[in-house]
């Protein structure tokens, strides 16, 4: 039986899997009209993917800015992603700043969740920087990215279990696959997750046009968030947010 985690008014891992949106401004400005265009449009959740944001390196700009975010969003909850290049991302980061950024974003109180990349470095270290963000009454994340394979259902169940040992609230695992054998494991293990390790709500994808029924089919097998694009998407398949919203509620379970 899968746990449900409460994150301001959304309830992650009850029911349709919620919709989280990606915005990726890289300046005040664009980032400022993409999340207001976001409360037009229906989504769960906002994810500020920060590795686009040409100010990333300057700390005192980024909680500017975030503090600004947070206004416009309201009461929608928002992701904070700090992607590193070899994850999908777009910026060179050095271990240290990570660390440095995520636990100062954290201090802040203006998000909600922080996403922490497993590969980031040593269990330890992992488990210091969840910790401190949990000291400071924010959700983690813990994240792991392969745009090259799908690796085998007991390796997948393996590394969402190594995450909640960690400390993760919400385990996510995104994945790339080359058959429709490889969907299947990543639903399976999905599946195993809820069913024989369900003390958190996971997040898991296939990415590509191959994996796009990993996006909608979280409520049969037990996602808990899909990711939908606004104006352009942050990751390989990724649908429109709002057509995403339409396919969820038409496939519903009753």
């Known amino acids: 039986m899968k746990d449900v985690m409460r994150v301001r008014n959304v309830k992650l891992g009850d029911g349709i899997p919620k919709i989280a949106v990606p915005f990726m401004g890289s300046n005040d400005e664009d980032i400022v ?3 207001t265009y976001l409360k ?14 040409e100010d990333v390196y300057n700390i005192r700009k980024v909680k500017k800015i975030l503090a600004k975010i947070r206004k416009v969003l309201g009461d929608i909850p928002l992701i904070f992603t700090l992607r590193t290049a070899k994850e999908g991302g777009k910026k060179k980061i050095t271990v240290e700043y990570y660390k440095k950024l995520i636990e100062s974003i954290a ?34 994340i813990i994240s792991s990215h392969d745009f090259e394979n799908t690796p085998e259902k007991n390796t997948l169940v393996e590394k969402m279990c190594r995450m909640q040992y960690l400390g993760a609230d919400l385990p996510k695992i995104a994945v790339m696959p080359s058959s429709a054998q490889d969907v299947l494991d990543l639903l399976a293990a999905t599946n195993e997750m809820v069913c024989c390790h369900g003390q958190t709500p996971v997040i898991t994808i296939s990415m590509g046009s191959l994996g796009i029924i ?3 089919a979280g409520e049969i097998f037990g996602s808990a968030v899909t990711f939908g694009s606004a104006k352009s998407a942050s990751a390989p398949g990724q649908l429109e947010a709002g057509e995403l919203y339409k396919v969820l509620r038409l496939i519903a379970c009753k």
């Open 33 to 35: 009209e993409e999340i």
């Open 40 to 53: 037009t449009i229906n989504l769960d959740l906002a994810e500020w993917r920060i590795d686009y944001y």
């Open 107 to 140: 201090a802040t109180g203006d998000v909600d969740i922080v996403d922490i990349e497993l590969s980031i470095g040593s269990d330890e270290l992992v488990r210091e920087m969840v910790g401190t963000v949990h000291r400071h009454g924010i959700k983690v």
């Open 214 to 216: 990993s996006r909608i």
